[in-house]
Every structure is written in C-alpha cells, then in structure tokens.
C-alpha cells in the first residue's frame, strides 16, 4: 500500500526547512536506493520510503537538543550517547514522526533506531535502511557503490560491507566503538556461517 501523498508532501516539507540543502538531498537520495532495493527483494516500499524520509529528521539538532528529547522522551541514553549525542537521532526520529506526522508504524521506528550502530536483531526494512543510508549515489566514499552493487544482489552481504567500513573508520578515528555495533557485526557474521553450514 503507498503512502498518504499529502502525508510525504508534509514530512518533505519539514525536512527541507530544518535541514541543510546537502543533507536534505542525502535524505531524498536515500529514499529512492531504498525504494528501489525494497522492490527487488521483496520489502514494502511504503515503509521503505518512510523509514529512508525519517532516519535523519533529528540529525541536525543540536546535541542539547538531542539529549532535552530523550530525557523528555523517559528514553535510556548510553555512555557512548552521553559522550557523542548526536548518535541519538536515530532513536529521537520516532517521536519525531509521531508528533510531527502523525506516524504509528513500529517496523518503521525500530529501522530509525538501528540505523546508524545496527543491531543484534535486524528485519529486512532494518537492515535495507542501513544499507541504503550508506551507499546511496551522493556519499563520497568509493565503498558506497560496491555496496550498493551488491546490496541488488545479497542484501545482508552488504549489510556486514556496511558494518565493517564503518567500524574500522571508527577505530581509526580513534573513537570508542559503539557495543550495539560490534554485536550487531558478531551476530551477523556468525549467522551467516551457521546458514552456509545448514
């Protein structure tokens, strides 16, 4: 089932006014590797779209901000979230998306969440979020195309591409890693050799 066009029309709206025009064409880039990737395996792509619209509605608040809405909000904020706030937009966009828009779709809001660390637990919509986030055509990283060529093919492969670039660049950067990532990594790799086992 598509989405409400007025609906898209008002979120597209929002975003265009509280973000910056780069990232507001990241946003849109998104949607459409989404879209087309939830068409080739399968997914809902009004969900797709929804979730690829929403994932950084809170990106460019300020980290104040950030921490005001989930202490509003009663969510639980990490030490590594206490420490670089800005890796709560993800997990303030369902407030964002339910008092702005109006949205209810808790399969929508669980891809918000994880995209950015992942997650132990991903659905296809999650793990499809994750992806198209990093490899939609704007990014300027060469790895984005790779994966978005293999995203077409072997979503989940992309997925732990995905994992692994971002967490060497972490280590790299010398930052702290966030531990839902390398869960999210050790549970997806260990899954994938149990299935080539089976």
Not at 57 to 63: L, R, T
Not at 110 to 122: D, F, P, Y
Not at 131 to 153: G, H, I, M, S, W
């Amino acid at each position: 089932m598509a989405n409400d066009p007025n609906q898209i029309a008002h979120i597209e709206k929002y975003l265009s006014e509280n973000l910056s025009p780069a990232r507001f064409k990241h946003v849109l880039s998104v949607r459409d590797v989404a879209v087309g990737l939830a068409k080739q395996h399968g997914i809902d792509a009004a969900q797709a779209e929804m979730a690829a619209l929403l994932h950084d509605s809170a990106k460019e608040k300020s980290n104040e901000e950030l921490l005001a809405l989930a202490k509003n909000h009663r969510l639980e904020v990490d030490e590594y979230e206490e420490q670089t706030p800005g890796l709560l937009h993800g997990k303030v966009a369902p407030f964002i998306a339910t008092e702005e828009f109006g949205v209810t779709d808790e399969m929508v809001f669980k891809a918000l969440r994880c995209h950015s660390t992942g997650a132990v637990e991903m659905s296809a919509l999650d793990q499809l979020l994750f992806v198209a986030d990093f490899c939609e055509p704007n990014r300027p990283y060469t790895a984005a195309q790779e994966v978005y060529e293999l995203a077409k093919l072997d979503l989940e492969a992309a997925v732990l591409e995905v994992m692994q670039f971002k967490l060497r660049k972490t280590i790299l950067k010398k930052q702290q890693l966030h531990p839902d990532s390398l869960h999210a990594y050790n549970n997806l790799l260990k899954n994938r050799s149990r299935n080539r086992l089976s």
